[in-house]
């Protein structure tokens, strides 16, 4: 069960949206929103805009929120529509009528409040912008992420838990360097790999990955190689028989990841059907006489 709903009712009546909206309706965008941000989350990409969108899991969101005072999947739906048709959620379905959202830049800029410097803030929560690149986490701040890596001071991770303001001190402006370049070159060639997630939000999690791959000299010196290289191979794009994609997760996950790309390791995998194709073309020109 969801313990705590956050709306944001400046934004709300700022936006023009309290006469067309109710509690209800904000109470489903802050569930998709934690939805949205979260790490581990199931997507799907779609093709027309280049983005991923998040799985609407009905009967989970229903059994969590018991004071929507929906009880069917219908109902729901017909919220989820109300929220597409006002502009504060996309969403596409596939033929087994699961559905898969996005929440759009008009939603995101009512629902979170601003900083004095115009940065989006929510306690405890990645913010992205839709179309800009903009992106704040947990004690950390990306203002356009293709361009710039910037680290909140303690003042402005006061809302965070003491927890949290501990875990995130200011690094050094080499490791932000470091961070930021990574994650440059891995969108980069995101934009001209569509099967490649693009990395929106620096989680708790992969900042914790980034310091202990910092301290890794080797790392450090070939990682740009080898998100340079990952292209070069079928593989590592879903070409294999598990359809498995490289993500980014992956690649600063450990030490050794990184090595077996600049080493070549993927260089000569084949797939079974590849296999099958040559061994057929093979047999081809053996009954031909070519061989």
């Known amino acids: 069960m969801k313990y705590t709903i956050t709306i944001n009712q400046v934004g709300i009546v700022k936006a023009g949206l309290h006469k067309k ?6 109470a489903i965008i802050d569930y998709l929103k934690d939805w949205f941000f979260m790490e581990k989350k199931k997507t799907i990409l779609n093709h027309e805009d280049g983005k991923q969108y998040t799985w609407i899991n009905y009967k989970f969101l229903l059994n969590s929120m018991p004071l929507l005072g929906i009880k069917k999947k219908d109902g729901l739906s017909y919220r989820i529509k109300k929220l597409r048709k006002l502009g504060l959620i996309k969403t596409i379905s596939l033929k087994d009528n699961t ?10 800029s009512t629902c979170f409040l601003h900083t004095n410097n115009g940065v989006l803030k929510q306690r405890g929560q ?20 293709s361009s710039q890596l910037e680290y909140q001071n303690n003042n402005n991770i006061s809302e965070t838990s003491e927890e949290t303001s501990d875990q995130f001190t200011r690094p ?31 989680s708790k999690e992969r900042l914790r990955h980034l310091k202990q791959r910092y301290a890794n000299s080797g790392f450090r010196k070939n990682i740009i190689t080898a998100i340079r290289t ?13 359809k498995w994609v490289v993500s980014f997760d992956w690649l600063i ?20 059907s590849e296999r099958q194709r040559k061994a057929k073309e093979l047999l081809n020109k053996i009954r031909r006489g070519r061989v």
């Open 21 to 26: 909206t109710d509690l209800v309706d904000w």
């Open 230 to 242: 990952i292209p070069k191979y079928k593989f590592l794009l879903g070409e294999n028989e598990r």
């Open 253 to 272: 996950k450990n030490d050794t990841n990184f090595v077996k790309i600049i080493e070549g390791r993927y260089k000569e995998i084949e797939t079974e």
């Open 126 to 145: 990645g913010v992205e912008i839709e179309g800009t690149g903009g992106v704040e986490t947990e004690g950390t701040a990306i203002n356009n992420i």
């Open 99 to 108: 559905t898969f959202f996005i929440l759009t830049e008009f939603c995101i």
């Open 172 to 202: 050094s402006n080499d490791f932000e360097n470091f961070s930021k370049n990574i994650v440059n070159e891995w969108n980069n060639i995101a934009a001209k790999n569509p099967v490649l997630a693009g990395v929106m939000i620096l």
